[in-house]
């Protein structure tokens, strides 16, 4: 038996090994395929979060002062910050770009999850 290799693929587990290694194959590539694709997806939702984050940020630095010197101040500048925050990322999650990206991530998610 040792000298037909071959032959090893007809004998027990190697024999149902052998008969689902297309589908298990198959299913390999498919599972590589819909992590690429999360992959992808996963960073543009980053990338737009943190797009968003910069710009917030940009937009605080010039309204804020520039050190805060007592309570009245401080308060102010979160004020600030908290408002332009809540409106650049209301706009994030309200745009129809940030939408179609999320939801093919969670799709991709929960076909890896699947999977």
């Known amino acids: 038996?040792?000298?037909k290799p071959q032959a090893l693929t007809s004998l027990g587990p190697?024999?149902?090994f052998a008969s689902n290694s297309k589908k298990i194959s198959?299913?390999?590539i498919q599972i590589n395929e819909n992590l690429m694709e999360f992959n992808k997806y996963v960073t543009e939702y980053y990338k737009q979060l943190a797009e968003t984050w910069n710009e917030a940020q940009?937009?605080?630095n010039l309204k804020a002062?520039?050190?805060p010197h007592d309570i009245e101040q401080i308060e102010s500048f979160k004020r600030i910050w908290i408002d332009?925050?809540?409106n650049d990322f209301t706009e994030l999650f309200d745009s129809e770009k940030f939408g179609v990206n999320y939801g093919k991530?969670?799709?991709k998610e929960l076909e890896l999850t699947k999977n």
């Open 84 to 86: 332009i925050f809540d």
């Open 14 to 16: 190697m024999r149902a």
């Open 1 to 3: 038996m040792s000298s």
């Open 65 to 67: 002062p520039d050190v």
């Open 26 to 28: 198959t299913e390999l």
């Open 105 to 107: 991530l969670v799709s």
């Open 58 to 60: 940009k937009k605080v």
